[in-house]
């Protein structure tokens, strides 16, 4: 990806349009304006693919998409059609400033949780079912063992085994 050509831009814009399209959607609020500024987050980021270390890739795409959407919101204040004093703009383009990092770590956030989600999806059932119950779904042991039909001591054992089986499976560079 990191040294493909216009050919690698078609899969590239699958892999990150949509969650580039969330992030920038989650400051602009505006289905059109998003899909703009999304498209020119894409090329800009694609464009700049090969001078990029992955590492940190997502963190580094979030970035970029929140800060052109900020900018391109403060673009649009300044415009004289939108008939807003400077007291309403400057409060306006401080709201965006307060909420650039609100919405750069909701949307890095979401991200790492639908990645945690696929890769516990990937987990055996056993596994995947306390996992789920108990992390994601906030439940206690006695409820996990009174709706597995498991006794307590075992959901205890399976949740261990589940988290030793993710530290043998999974590696922290799987979610940077």
Not at 1 to 24: C, D, L, N, S
Not at 121 to 144: F, G, H, L, W
């Amino acid at each position: 990806m990191q040294k493909g050509g216009p050919e690698h831009y078609g899969p590239f814009v699958q892999a990150y349009g949509p969650y580039i399209y969330r992030t920038v959607f989650a400051v602009l609020h505006s289905p059109h304006d998003a899909e703009d500024i999304t498209q020119e987050v894409l090329l800009q980021i694609y464009r700049s693919l090969p001078d990029c270390r992955l590492d940190g890739l997502k963190t580094w795409i979030t970035r970029i998409a929140v800060n052109r959407a900020i900018d391109f919101k403060r673009s649009r204040a300044r415009r004289p059609e939108e008939l807003m004093d400077s007291e309403a703009m400057s409060e306006k383009v401080h709201e965006d400033l307060v909420a650039a990092p609100a919405a750069e770590s909701i949307a890095i956030e979401q991200a790492d949780r639908q990645q945690i989600r696929e890769r516990v999806e990937e987990m055996p059932d056993n596994y995947r079912e306390v996992i789920t119950a108990y992390y994601m779904e906030d439940k206690s042991y006695e409820q996990i063992a009174a709706e597995t039909g498991l006794e307590r001591k075992s959901v205890e054992s399976r949740l261990y085994r589940a988290r030793s089986w993710m530290k043998r499976h999974w590696r922290k560079e799987d979610f940077e």
